[in-house]
């Protein structure tokens, strides 16, 4: 468990790129190797995880500020905002207790980056000359200046995740 707040990686890509099946595969590779991982969805569109007509539902229609639905093995929060949360804050109020957090989204914040290309899906790289981008993942042999990696290298992009934000103190 991490002290500190823990490292924030994005991983970015266009519509349809990959990126939260890259997501679930680092997260499994990462769990293997003993670490907890947190994850934030970035959704610029809102959301609404509740389901009309279920009891917690019918409570923010009410009116509630906030709702939490709270079991032996879940919590879930839903409460208004005046303004989008920042990154640091969901990780200070939410993530203490992982060892990374990996973001599927927040292209345009200056965290570092893993971006996921499909050459068949579009035509040029989400994040070319970007300074935060730190791995390029994509399925063509393409220099952006940054380690690449190929879609099912798995294992490939969990090691260099692992040396630059993980090692372990033994």
Known sequence: MNISSPPIVSIVGKSEAGKTTLVERLVSELRVRGYCIGTIKHNVHGFDIDHEGKDSWRHKQAGAHTVAVSSSKKVAVVKDVETEET??????????????ILTEGYKKKQRPKIEVFRGQVHETPLCKGDKHLMVFVSDI??????????????KGLGDFVEKRFLMKSF
Do not use: C, T
């Not at 990154?87 to 990374?100: C, H, M, N, T, W």
């Not at 042999?141 to 798995?154: K, Q, S, T």
């Open 87 to 100: 990154l640091d804050g969901l990780a200070s109020k939410y993530f203490q207790d992982v060892d990374i």
């Open 141 to 154: 042999d393409l220099d952006m200046g940054v380690p690449r990696f190929e879609l099912n290298d798995i």
